[in-house]
Every structure is written in C-alpha cells, then in structure tokens.
C-alpha cells in the first residue's frame, strides 16, 4: 500500500470504523481500513482462534510480559494472570496514572473481546448527553438499525431460570430483592440458540468453557463477521490488519498517513505513506484522541480545535464484590457472558451481574456499576514521549453511589464486601475501565455529525464522539451514532 492514494481511509475497525467501512463502500466509495491488530481467522496449534481466559497466553494480550486481567486474585490466589510472550494478542490494557483503559486489537476492535451487552440507553439520558441530536430521529431510525445489524438477542427466560450457569446472576437477583432491588434483563449479541446447544453437548463451549475477554472463538457476533464481512463484499473495501497509523498530515485537498506495517511478533515490515481524499477516525477514544492531539500539537493540522482531548469518561464504570454465605454458593459454572443488571434509579446505579468464570466455587458476586459520574478527565500530548496522557481524578461520585446501592444489598442480606479480588485491598475498584468515551466530542471538537472543526474531509466516527457516559454499555449508541453521522455525511457529500 505504499505510495498508494484511495478516496477513503478508515483508521481503525471498531463499530464506528466499521460502519464508516460499509456505508462508504455501499455507497461506491474505494475505502482502505487501517487497523493495527490482527485478522482473527486462523486457528493456532490448539485448533483455536483465541485462547481461553484460565490459560492465557501470547494471543491474549497486545504486546504484555504478563497478562493483566482485570479480577486477580480471588481467594489470595494468582488464578488468571501469568507470564507472556510479547505478541500482537487481542486485549489491551493502556494505563495511565490512576486509571487502566482495556480495549480489543484486531480486526473487529472492541467487538472481539467485550461482553456483547447490547443495551439502547435510557432517552432521557441520552437526551441530556446529546441535546443537539434529534432524539426520535435515533430511536426511531438508527437504534433499532444498530440493534438489528449487530445482531441482538435476548436470553429465553426459561433458558435463564434453568441453566447451572446462571445460578450466580439468579442467586445475585435473590440478594437484590431481598433489598428492595429490581433486575432486568440485558440483551446480547452472543447467541443465546448457540448458548444452549453448548449446555446440551452439541457444539463446542465457548461462552461456558469461560471465553471472553481474550475472544470467543464461538456464538458472539463480532463485527468481522458482520459490518466487516458485508463491507468487503461490496468489492469497494480493503481491511489491511496490523497496520498502525501514526501521523497525519495534510497533502494537496487531503490527508497523507503515516502507516507502520507490522508481523504479529512486532517486528516493523515497512514503513508505508498512504494518501486519501476523506479520512474517517475509527481508533477508538484513546486511538483517535491520541492521532488529532499528535496532529495538532506537533503542527501537522495545527488548526485542529482546542476542545480536543476534552470530555474523557469511563461511562462511571465501578467495580464491586461480595461475598456470599456458605449456603448460598454461586456455582463454579458460569457463563462468560452477562445477561441481568440490578436497577437502582434513585441513585442512577445500573449493575451488571458479572460471571468468575473461575472454574472453582469462590462464593464471589462481582458487578459491573454503570454509574453517572459528572467527573471529566482531558488526553494532553506529550511530546518527551509522543503519546497522549491521560489526566483523570477518579470516580468519587461513581464509588458513592454504587457503595449506597451495596451497603444496602449487603444490610439486607448480612453480607460483606471482599477486598481480596482487585488488589490494593479495596472493595469499589475505579482504577480501570472497560467504556472509554470522550477526547473528540460531538458539537464541540467536531460539529453535530463528526466532521472535525477546522478541517474538510475529516472526520470521527467512533466513542471519541460521546461526553464520558451513557448510563449503559455504550456499542450500540456507538454504532447507531457512527449510522447517523454518515447517513448525512454520504448524504451531503461533505
Ligand atoms: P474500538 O472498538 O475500540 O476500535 C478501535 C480500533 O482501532 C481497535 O481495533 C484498535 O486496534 C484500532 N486502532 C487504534 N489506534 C489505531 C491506529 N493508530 N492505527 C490503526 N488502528 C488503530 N461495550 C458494550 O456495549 N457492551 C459490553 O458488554 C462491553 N464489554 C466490554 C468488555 C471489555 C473487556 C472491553 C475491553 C470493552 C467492552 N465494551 C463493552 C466496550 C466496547 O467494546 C467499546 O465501547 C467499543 O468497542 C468502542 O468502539 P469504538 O468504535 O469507539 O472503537
């Protein structure tokens, strides 16, 4: 791809770099992907694709000499986390002062490691983070669209009620009740048909043979095989894997990339230049942050505009575990994949009941508390090192609120925190993230559909767009965001 010029460069492969990937193919647009992971299509000496989360190795995580999965050391033991070959694995972990952003690499993004949670956010909420987005324009048009092309489903209440490997979410329903806690169901892009073929011995395990964050090689609908896939049957586009963008400068009308080639195992292949007419930032809040601060600040595009780097949220992701008594065990099978939340609307707590896929009985219920948090952090650039910096104060108002929902839970139930599963001895973890959002954020670094302030043809279409929080898990409101924004950009033509 050297010296070569396309209409159209999409950096990325994420949601919105995949649905930027198939609207500009569809529309006849000659469109090059640039994605610095890898294409996750070929089996390794084991048969699979991906490794599995108790016995990670070089293929789970993006250039590590140990993996660092989120939920460590559960009884004092080390269960998950072990030496690594440095490899270009699936899951990343960027971490800054304070705070550990996790993000999938490869052809797919996030799509290839996450939890599948499908949810369409609260429109009140959704209202106050975008009030310059016509509202019925996305619940009417754009969520159902994403919702249908991504495949969501939703789990067979008798599925869920019977099934051993959900005693951990209905003995974490029991608890809520018992204070005063309402559940609901979350809806998934993991087949829930696939799920229960895999309980009756027919197809091989993946959600319960405990895949996920280092990739289900089975029964998730991931991007590749959606988006992606559709994308390059138009015949208009290109995915080229484990190619990194690193600098974008203007050439002519348009935009000249930087692009660095590499193998799986890090070594540089070439150095390439890549020329484009319109490019479309998919790389994610960290990614795309990153290139437009570097572009910016180094004098590349030194006419991007101030606001950039503002706006960063982990979407008020706090951690949280309990312990259960004796006789309320949560069972050493459980599913990979999340399927209840515990609602607390008062405190704007919404809870996923999260699996330890331990393969053990640890008598652990973990959360996932999707809080509202008001707090911001900003990305400036670096120049000592060339990488965008992460300045973020931490989640007090998240920790409050979720600790008032779980202080409760615990009361009701004569429970207790355990302070043995994060590290550090804390009860609330937020010092990590699964939901980076903001950097690049819609009607302030861009105008109401991505395209950048101050710079024709370019544009972003990914979570770098939403101001720090949902109040759900964000894909969806990615996606049916990134469907808006180039239905009027092909539209328009600008
Ligand atoms: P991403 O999906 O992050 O894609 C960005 C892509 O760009 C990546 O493939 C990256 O490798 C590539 N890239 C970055 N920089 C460059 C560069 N310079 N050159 C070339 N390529 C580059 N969300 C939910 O809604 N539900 C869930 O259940 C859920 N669970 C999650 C679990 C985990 C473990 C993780 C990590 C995330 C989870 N998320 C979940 C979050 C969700 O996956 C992200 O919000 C979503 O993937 C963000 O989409 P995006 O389009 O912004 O970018």
Not at 395 to 413: E, K, L, M, Q, Y
């Amino acid at each position: 791809a050297s010296g070569t010029h396309v209409p159209a460069v999409v950096v990325g492969s994420g949601y919105g770099a995949s649905v930027a990937a198939l609207r500009l193919g569809q529309a006849g647009v000659r469109t090059l992907v640039l994605e610095m992971g890898q294409r996750w299509d070929t089996p390794g000496p084991d048969g699979k694709v991906f490794c599995g989360m108790l016995n990670p190795d070089h293929r789970s995580m993006w250039f590590k000499d140990r993996t660092e999965a989120p939920v460590n050391g559960i009884l004092f033991l080390d269960l998950a986390n072990r030496p690594i070959r440095r490899h270009a694995g699936a899951l990343d972990r960027v971490n800054f002062p304070g705070m550990g952003v996790y993000v999938g690499r490869g052809v797919g993004g996030g799509s290839l490691v996450n939890g599948g949670m499908a949810v369409t956010p609260d429109r009140d909420y959704f209202t106050r983070q975008f009030p310059t987005v016509d509202a019925a324009e996305m619940y009417d048009r754009f969520f159902p669209l994403a919702t249908k092309m991504l495949r969501v489903n939703h789990i067979p209440g008798h599925y869920f009620e019977a099934s051993d490997y959900y005693r951990f979410a209905r003995l974490s329903r029991t608890a809520a009740a018992r204070a005063g806690f309402d559940t609901a169901f979350v809806p998934n892009v993991y087949s829930f048909d696939y799920m229960a073929r895999e309980e009756r011995g027919e197809v091989p395990k993946s959600a319960l043979g405990t895949e996920v964050i280092y990739g289900n090689n089975h029964g998730k609908f991931t991007l590749d095989q959606g988006y992606l896939a559709e994308a390059e049957r138009t015949g208009n586009v290109t995915i080229a894997p484990l190619h990194q963008v690193t600098r974008i400068t203007r050439e002519g009308a348009g935009y000249a990339l930087a692009v660095r080639e590499i193998t799986p195992d890090g070594e540089v292949v070439a150095e390439k230049h890549v020329t484009c007419d319109r490019l479309f930032l998919g790389a994610g809040s960290l990614g795309t942050t990153e290139l437009l601060l570097r572009a910016r600040d180094t004098g590349d595009l030194p006419d991007l505009p101030a606001e950039l780097g503002e706006g960063w949220g982990p979407n008020g992701n706090v951690m949280v575990a309990r312990n259960n008594h004796l006789l309320e065990p949560t069972g050493s099978r459980q599913s990979a994949i999340p399927t209840l939340a515990i609602t607390d609307p008062s405190r704007e707590v919404f809870a996923e009941v999260a699996p330890v896929p331990a393969g053990i009985e640890t008598y652990v219920s973990l959360y996932l508390a999707i809080t509202r948090n008001e707090e911001r952090g900003r990305f400036t650039y670096d120049p000592a090192t060339d990488r965008a910096v992460l300045q973020w104060g931490g989640a007090r108002a998240g920790i409050t609120a979720a600790s008032g929902t779980f202080d409760r839970i615990n009361d009701a139930n004569g429970t207790v925190y355990r302070y043995d599963v994060f590290g550090g001895g804390k009860a609330f973890a937020d010092d990590f993230c699964y939901h980076p959002l903001g950097g690049a954020v819609l009607g302030r670094a861009t105008d109401d559909h991505g395209r950048v302030k101050g710079y024709r043809g370019l544009y972003v279409t990914d979570g770098a767009l939403v101001p720090g929080s949902l109040g759900v898990n964000p894909f969806v409101t990615i996606t049916a965001l990134a469907e808006r924004n180039l239905a009027t950009i092909l539209h328009e033509g600008r």
